[in-house]
């Protein structure tokens, strides 16, 4: 990385370094103050998928005159099922630069391309809130759903368009209970059975609870139950005065007892009566289930513009659900018996970012 700064250091005295072991505390207290910077900026990630995944990641900063001007994070993930890819960032929905200046942002950019040439990679995957670059290739798949929420309960209920506001009642009436969790045991039970069921490799219990370690406090596990059995829950990420649902499962016995709409009204409800003010309810592939849930609670979808600077590949990576050459496996992953899935799961979900 040495080498790559001096090549590109300005007349203005821009550098760009790679955040080292120290740099944390540096780092997050840009990001807390740069407005379009996310939760996935964050320099936890970096320890997050070096330690659940094993991935080598590339945490990038411009820097002038000791002020870090903007931040870009990677994750070098290399696949022998799904390619060789420097993603911004792997297992996260947003990514690419957040930055104050345009010739940071401009620096980062190019900083990463040239990492991507000389790591010889397939592509360079950005994941941007915002399109950049016209002429690389996008994918327009994925939207994301983001409102603001109310201090007062009953303001963000009536929110809630009337079809769906009678489901949240329904999970109110049928006497279901929310609670925090300070483990994730009871969350990753219930997730790996509703992944599994959705066709979908699950991760392994250790990302959860590494999350859970190096993002403390801003990472929660809210738990549904009926009658004291689990039935739903989810792990929540909280950044400023936002908050993001971001792993979440349910039982087959959930549906009737309406426990997702519960779990999710009871979410909001939380946030907004600690101060939070947005609710990020995350990513969706266009004309999926998720798609048309979010929908149902007055959420408009807005594109994510994930953006590709091809190097060995000739045209963008497809590894998603979609892909039609992925179908046959969806389908097998369905019929697997839950031990299985879980044992299996794992060594495949680390390489999908």
Not at 13 to 31: P, Q, T
Not at 191 to 215: I, K, M
Not at 239 to 247: A, K, N, Q, S, W
Not at 315 to 329: D, G, R
């Amino acid at each position: 990385m040495d080498n790559m700064a001096t090549e590109i250091q300005t007349e203005s005295r821009l550098k760009i370094r790679e955040l080292e072991k120290d740099g944390g505390a540096r780092w997050d207290a840009f990001v807390q103050g740069c407005a379009e910077a996310t939760f996935f900026h964050r320099a936890g990630w970096k320890a997050v998928i070096e330690q659940a995944f094993g991935h080598q990641t590339h945490f990038l900063y411009a820097e002038r005159d000791g002020t870090i001007e903007g931040v870009l994070s990677l994750g070098h993930v290399k696949s022998l099922l799904f390619g060789n890819n420097l993603v911004s960032l792997p297992f996260c929905v947003y990514g690419g630069v957040a930055a104050n200046t345009e010739e940071a942002r401009a620096a980062l950019e190019q900083a990463a391309c040239a990492l991507a040439e000389r790591l010889r990679v397939d592509a360079l995957e950005m994941r941007n809130l915002r399109p950049r670059h016209e002429d690389w290739p996008t994918k327009e798949l994925h939207v994301t759903f983001r409102k603001t929420i109310d201090p007062d309960p009953e303001v963000n209920l009536k929110a809630i368009p009337r079809k769906q506001r009678a489901m949240v009642r329904k999970g109110i009436n049928a006497g279901l209970k929310s609670e925090l969790d300070q483990g994730c045991d009871r969350l990753y039970r219930i997730y790996a059975e509703s992944v599994r069921n959705l066709g979908t490799p699950v991760f392994t219990r250790r990302y959860f609870q590494t999350l859970r370690n190096v993002f403390g406090p801003d990472c929660e596990v809210l738990m549904i139950t009926h009658e004291g059995r689990d039935i739903a829950g989810v792990m929540s990420f909280y950044f400023r005065d936002e908050v993001l649902p971001y792993y979440g499962g349910s039982t087959f016995a959930a549906r009737n007892l309406k426990a997702n709409d519960f779990m999710y009204w009871e979410l909001m409800r939380q946030a907004g009566e600690r101060g939070v003010r947005l609710f990020d309810f995350g990513r969706s592939k266009k004309g999926a289930g998720s798609y048309s849930f979010k929908k149902n609670w007055g959420f408009t979808p807005e594109p994510l513009h994930y953006e590709y600077y091809l190097v060995k590949a000739r045209e963008m990576p497809e590894i998603n659900p979609t892909n039609p050459k992925y179908q046959l496996f969806i389908n097998a992953w369905k019929r697997l018996p839950l031990p299985v899935a879980n044992l299996v799961g794992p060594m495949l979900a680390k390489d999908l970012g």
